[in-house]
């Protein structure tokens, strides 16, 4: 049978679409997804895409996740996950192949097509992710910092301002009395009566969604 860390016990298929296949393998004693195999048809002959597979703790979280791409890029990256006591993720890196995930993360020792080293940290009294700090194979540091409304206060998991490098999105963020976001860096956002988008404005560019009676 399969376990959290070993090879999948039981596989299923399915069928995506006519000429692609997806595989997925399961621990027997949990359900858990342990391995994904994406397989397309082409030239008459099928060609595993991606070959994933995951490794879990004891309670269930996702340790690891590696992923094989066949194409178009042939290679493989491994990332490993930590958690705190609450399983909210605290670290998500991507070792070389020489590097197993219990080993401290360093630039010299992180590998992959796309390689990322990030570390999360959270408000201990609402749970909120106060910062994102991103690393690079070059040792480059970059920090997002995060800003909520106080405990108890209203909306008080949504993000009212974030600080720190352009690809963390800083700004400030407004919501509407119902918890949509009305107001994100750049751009302006109208709902209708039943809470649909109705209007994007991103600076001169304005975008109406008109939707029929079933709502589509």
Not at 50 to 67: F, K, L, M, P, W
Not at 91 to 111: H, I, L, Q
Not at 119 to 148: A, F, I, K, M, Q
Not at 157 to 175: K, R
Request: hydrophobic content about 30%; charged content about 15%.
């Amino acid at each position: 049978g399969g376990t959290r860390g070993g090879s999948p016990g039981r596989w299923r298929s399915v069928s995506a679409e006519r000429h692609r296949r997806l595989f997925h393998g399961y621990d027997q004693a949990t359900g858990a997804v342990l391995a994904i195999k994406d397989n397309a048809v082409f030239g008459g002959l099928g060609h595993y895409v991606a070959d994933r597979s995951y490794t879990r703790d004891a309670v269930g979280n996702v340790t690891s996740a590696t992923i094989r791409s066949m194409l178009p890029t042939d290679g493989t990256q491994k990332t490993c996950y930590s958690y705190d006591g609450l399983r909210q993720l605290t670290r998500a890196w991507t070792p070389n192949a020489a590097t197993a995930c219990s080993a401290s993360p360093s630039a010299a020792t992180m590998g992959g097509l796309e390689p990322l080293w990030h570390e999360y940290s959270y408000d201990t009294t609402t749970g909120n992710r106060t910062s994102l700090v991103r690393r690079s194979t070059t040792g480059t540091v970059s920090t997002s910092n995060y800003t909520y409304p106080a405990a108890g206060a209203d909306r008080p998991h949504a993000v009212s301002a974030v600080t720190g490098p352009a690809s963390g999105g800083p700004g400030t963020y407004a919501y509407d009395n119902a918890g949509n976001m009305t107001g994100r860096p750049g751009q302006t956002i109208t709902f209708d009566e039943v809470g649909k988008v109705s209007k994007v404005v991103s600076g001169s560019v304005t975008q109406d969604t008109v939707y029929n009676v079933d709502g589509s």
